[in-house]
C-alpha cells in the first residue's frame, strides 16, 4: 500500500504578515528564523514554500518572543486574498458568495498543502471551515486562528464590510484575554472547536460579490484553471485531504467527501475512477497512512483508534492487520529497531 504524503506545505505569502506583527510587538524577526532553523531571507521570496512543521516552529519562536498569545489572529487580521494567491483574487471578483467560495475551496491546494477548507450548508445556516490536516504541527491553534481571521476579511470583502457571522468556532482554548478575538470577529466565539468555522446564514451565498470586476474575473478564471492543471496534483490527492479532515468526525462516506468538494457523489466517485481509484481504497489508505503518523508519535493505540473513528481498539487493530500484516504494538516496536539500527 502506498503511504500518502502528509508532511504539508504553504506558500510564504500565505504568512508573510508575521515578520510585520513579530517587529511591532518588538521580536528580533530574524533571530526568530535563526532559532526556528529558517532561512533569514525567508519572507522576501513569497512564492516559496516550507513546511507546516517549520511554520509552526517559527510562530513558537515569535510567540515566546512577545509573550503574545492571540499571535496569530494578529497575523491573519492582516491577510485577506492576497495570501491565497491567484485563488484569492479569483474568489473576490466571482459572480457570486457560492462561487467565490467554492472556488477557494476547490483551489486552495495551490498555495496551502497542509490544510482543507470546505463549506457546507443545510437548514438556512452554511458553514466556511478550515482545518490543519498535517500531524504533530506546533502552535497549530494559532495557524488556525490567522486562517479564521483571513477567512473573515475574505468574506467581509465578498459581502461588504458590516459583515458579521453567526458564530466564529476556533480550535484554541479560551485565552485570558478575548478582547481582541471578539472586536476582530463580532460575533460570539466559542473555543475548543473540531475546526475553525465561520457560521452565517446560507441566503447570503447567492449574494452577488460586492464591488467584483467582471472583466477581472473572465481574465482570472482561466489562469486559475491552468495553474491548477500545472499543479499536476491528482484528484486522488484532494480528496485524501478531505478525508484527513472527516475521519475523526463520524464514518468516512463519499456523501461527505463530495459535499466539502462541492461535487455530487456520482461525480466524486467518477472522477476517482478516472484515475483508477475507488473511494473505498482511498479511505483505507488515508486511514492507514494517519494511523502510522500517530503510532510514530507514540500515541496510544486506543487513542489512535479514537482518532480514527473506529469503536474500539480491537477493531482498530484488526484493520492495521490487513493494511500492514502485522498488528499495531509489533509496527511499532520495528519502527523503533529500525530507528535504533541507524
Avoid at 533571530?31 to 516559496?48: I, N
Avoid at 517549520?54 to 485577506?80: H, N, P, Q, W, Y
Avoid at 476579511?153 to 479560551?174: D, F, H, Q, S, V
Avoid at 496534483?233 to 462541492?262: K, T
Amino acid at each position: 500500500m502506498k503511504e500518502l504524503n502528509s508532511s504539508g506545505t504553504i506558500k510564504v505569502r500565505s504568512f508573510q504578515a508575521v515578520a510585520e506583527v513579530a517587529g511591532e510587538l518588538g521580536a528580533d524577526v530574524e533571530q526568530a528564523l535563526k532559532d526556528a532553523a529558517l532561512d533569514p531571507d525567508l519572507f522576501s521570496r513569497r512564492d516559496d514554500v516550507i513546511g507546516y512543521p517549520s511554520l509552526g516552529r517559527l510562530l513558537d519562536e515569535c510567540i515566546k518572543a512577545t509573550g503574545c498569545e492571540d499571535f496569530g489572529l494578529r497575523v491573519g487580521m492582516r491577510e485577506a486574498a492576497g495570501a491565497i494567491g491567484l485563488a484569492g483574487f479569483a474568489a473576490i471578483n466571482a459572480p457570486t458568495v457560492r462561487e467565490a467560495l467554492q472556488t477557494l475551496v476547490g483551489s486552495l491546494h495551490l498555495s496551502d498543502a497542509g490544510g482543507v477548507a470546505r463549506l457546507e450548508a443545510q437548514n438556512g445556516v452554511a458553514t466556511f471551515s478550515w482545518r490543519v490536516t498535517t500531524a504533530g504541527v506546533e502552535r497549530s491553534e494559532q495557524i488556525a486562528d490567522a486562517a479564521a481571521a483571513i477567512g473573515c476579511n475574505l468574506m467581509r470583502r465578498l459581502c461588504g464590510p458590516k459583515w458579521n457571522p453567526i458564530e466564529a468556532c476556533l480550535t484554541r482554548p479560551r485565552p485570558s484575554d478575548i478582547r481582541l478575538f471578539t472586536a476582530f470577529f463580532r460575533a460570539p466565539i466559542r473555543f475548543e472547536a473540531e475546526e475553525v468555522a465561520l457560521v452565517f446564514q446560507s441566503g447570503q451565498l447567492d449574494q452577488e460579490v460586492e464591488g467584483r470586476d467582471r472583466d477581472l474575473h473572465e481574465v482570472l478564471a482561466p489562469l486559475l484553471e491552468r495553474a491548477m492543471a500545472e499543479a499536476r496534483r491528482g484528484f486522488q490527492e484532494d480528496v485524501a485531504n478531505v478525508l484527513r479532515a472527516q475521519v475523526s468526525n463520524g464514518p468516512l462516506s463519499p456523501a461527505r467527501a463530495a459535499s466539502a468538494l462541492g461535487l455530487s457523489a456520482r461525480s466524486l466517485s467518477r472522477r476517482l475512477a478516472e484515475e483508477g481509484a475507488s473511494f473505498l481504497d482511498l479511505a483505507q489508505r488515508v486511514k492507514y497512512d494517519m494511523a502510522q503518523s500517530l503510532l510514530r508519535q507514540d500515541k496510544a493505540i486506543a487513542e489512535v483508534a479514537m482518532l480514527l473513528g473506529y469503536s474500539d481498539p480491537t477493531a482498530f487493530s484488526r484493520a492495521f492487520k490487513l493494511w500492514s500484516g502485522t498488528t499495531p504494538a509489533s509496527w511499532r516496536e520495528e519502527q523503533r529497531r529500525r530507528l535504533a539500527r541507524h
